[in-house]
């Protein structure tokens, strides 16, 4: 009964986890079009830098506003540029180079009439002022939008959280996942003498500017739209370092006022941790930038060189056992922190290929564990994934229409990739392909042809058939196998069932303390072992995720 207790618990915390990923929706609108595809005014220009300035974030009437200036290269000759922001909050102006010029406003978006027609390699430079009240989040950070609350000192604090609905929900910008700028500048305005804003990479310092001081933040390297932070409130701020990629690498913590000592207690696990993904990744991705986590008012998240922690100081999720097998680590700063690789630093190009950014970061998880508690443990660590797969949608969308995938590709995902690993000739070409895909895409965008594409190159064969089935097939392979009698022998036959022609996958068994590797393919029965003694044979189904079926003895 504990056991059925906790799957429970862990099923309706995965519910909560996952619920601003899921998406039932079958039928899309022209909304949904002009947010999620390339249109003519998005893929006209590539973005190369933003800088953020907030002159306005007001505790009491909770509105936000200030500007934003954008430099692009122009890619396609054009007069007109779509930029989004949601309807929440108003455009007030729109300049280029200085210039004042006119734009057409709808509902989560407005399209910029340029002075003139545009040539390729001409850049943009545009400033759009802006503001209003944007929108609250209601369960942060699953639906997306701003938190104002109190403490727990009843000091005010606020915070914003948008993957999903995306960063236009605060301020404006070309908000697709496949432009990311080169680097950027945000300043938050100083809001009294006793509070803190932060935001990502490298604090510079304060500026004044006209009558108002601003925190600076410099953000070296690409970065996704979404993760571009803003925390105000009542901070106090200790660091430390690890050696990482053979140098100093700083690491910031900055906690609420008073929440200190426990803060330090609970973030001790840091430097171990981005050891351990260091040997599986390679090094921290954003070396000058540092590694931060930011308390914030909501569980978590990603945001890179200064991820959002909310777990309360607790272990597991919020203090619940998330691994399923009694494991007391902090769940939100490993997979928070994972994500700095997979999703941040290799980065997806549309949101139909979630699955790279939570089933990459999920099975890091795996690997922390696998690095601190052993490869048992690593190995029902995912195996547990099971009970949390719902299994009713695929894990790849409709590209273009900003279709958010099921929660799936969390523990699905890393299900898949644990598949891979023990489909290899050899383990070791496994983690070659996370350190080469970690190095060729590292600050750029990728998609799930260009992960097929690294698997294939290391592992010298086609893995296209595997890939469609656990990616775009809702059910999962089924290896149905039987048993032969004939003049007193038996023999033992395999094939996978709920797959297409053409796939051929290996399975795991032990027999007669022999451990067996065996290709399997969908179209006929395949020998593997005479005499089998169906007492003595073993699947090894830890080390894969399908189902079995017995057909019995013929």
Known sequence: MKKLGLILLLFSLN?????????????????????GSLTKERSCFDVRYYSLQLDRIDLGSKYIGGKVR???????????????????????????????????????????????????????????????????????????????????????????????????????????????????????VKVNKDM????????????????AEYFHYKIS????????????????????????????????????????????????????MLTCFE??????????????????????????????????????????????????????IVHEAGHEYWGNSVSMTDICDLWIHEGFCTYAEVLYVECKYGYDKALDYIKFKE????????????????????GDVYSKG?????????????????????????????????????????FNEVYKRDLRVIFDVYLNQVSLPTLNYMVHLKNKKANLYARWLNVPEGFVMPVWFTYQNKQYKVEVGAKNYELLVEKVNLKKLKWLDKLQYVKYSYAGVK
């Open 15 to 35: 519910g909560l986890l996952f619920a601003q990923h899921n998406s039932n929706r079958k039928i899309f609108t022209k909304a949904d079009t002009l947010r």
């Open 70 to 188: 954008m430099l692009a290269d122009v890619v396609e000759p054009t007069s007109r540029i779509q930029l989004d922001l949601f309807p929440e909050l108003e455009v007030k102006s729109v300049t280029s180079y200085g210039k004042e010029v006119k734009w057409d406003r709808e509902e989560y978006l407005f399209y910029v009439n340029l002075e003139k027609e545009y040539q390729v390699d001409e850049k943009l430079d545009i400033e759009v002022v802006y503001g209003g009240k944007a929108r609250i989040a209601e369960n942060a950070p699953w639906d997306g939008g701003l938190t104002w609350t109190l403490d727990e000192y009843k000091r005010p604090w606020v915070a914003v959280s948008c993957q999903g609905i995306g960063a236009s929900i605060w301020w404006p910008n070309k908000d697709h996942l496949s432009d990311e700028p080169d680097s950027m500048d945000v300043r938050l």
């Open 196 to 211: 803190w804003s932060i935001s990502n990479g490298t604090f510079m310092g304060l500026e004044t500017i006209g009558n």
């Open 221 to 272: 390297y690409p970065i996704n739209n979404y993760n571009v932070a803003m925390y105000v409130g009542h901070y106090s701020h200790f660091e430390d370092s690890v050696l990482n990629g053979g140098k100093k690498l700083d690491l910031d913590y900055w906690v609420i006022r008073g929440n200190e000592d426990k803060a330090k207690k609970q973030f001790s696990i840091v430097p171990e």
């Open 279 to 332: 040997e599986y990744f390679g090094p921290y991705p954003f070396h000058k930038d540092g590694f931060a986590l930011v308390e914030a008012p909501f569980a978590g998240m990603e945001h890179q060189s200064a991820i959002a922690y909310g777990n309360n100081y607790m272990t597991g999720y919020l203090g619940a056992d998330y691994s399923g097998i009694g494991l007391d680590f902090d769940f939100i």
């Open 387 to 406: 009970f949390l797969v719902e299994g009713k949608e695929t894990l790849i969308t409709p590209a273009g229409v900003n279709a958010q995938p099921t």
């Open 414 to 454: 890393a299900l898949f990739l644990n598949t891979l690993r023990y489909i290899a000739d050899d383990q070791k070409m496994f983690f070659e392909v996370l350190k080469s895909i970690q190095t060729k895409y590292a600050y750029k965008n990728i998609s799930t042809e260009d992960v097929l594409n690294e």
